[in-house]
């Protein structure tokens, strides 16, 4: 079983930059590819935002944040963060972290589909005001 704990979510102006963190137990997270997604309000689904491969050599993006976000990992710390630069209105929303031991094993992968990450966080809010 793992527990993954965000952090780091608040109210910040257009422009502004956070960065969230997302804290791992009960079992290393280095073996194991992690992403962060999204759900904006009224929105049925969560979106993918970004992901890191279990090393942190390999990190993927979604068109809409690529050069203002920022995915890195620290294994011995067993926590992932996300830096989030140059935010806008339309960042609002509900952050997760997750991560994919189903694909643990695979060096390479960064996966971008909310099936196959297996455990989840409970969200931290971002709001971004114009």
């Known amino acids: 079983q793992v527990q993954l704990v965000e952090s780091g979510g608040g109210l910040v102006q257009a422009g502004g930059s956070l960065r969230l963190s997302c804290a791992a137990s009960?079992?290393?997270?280095?073996?194991?590819?992690m992403g962060w997604f999204r759900q904006a309000p009224g929105k049925e689904s969560r979106e993918f935002v970004a992901?890191?491969?279990?090393?942190?050599?390999?990190?993927s993006y979604a068109a809409s944040v690529k050069g203002r976000f920022t995915i890195s990992r620290d294994n011995v710390q067993n926590t992932v963060y996300l830096q989030m630069n140059g935010l806008k209105p339309e960042d609002t929303a509900v952050y997760y972290c997750?991560?994919?031991?189903?694909?643990?094993?695979?060096?390479?992968?960064?996966?971008?589909?909310?099936?196959?990450?297996?455990?989840w966080g409970q969200g931290t809010q971002v709001t971004v005001s114009s």
């Open positions: 997750a991560i994919s031991v189903s694909t643990g094993g695979e060096y390479y992968v960064t996966p971008r589909a909310r099936y196959e990450y297996d455990y």
């Open positions: 009960g079992r290393s997270m280095s073996s194991f590819p």
């Open positions: 992901a890191i491969s279990r090393s942190g050599g390999i990190t």
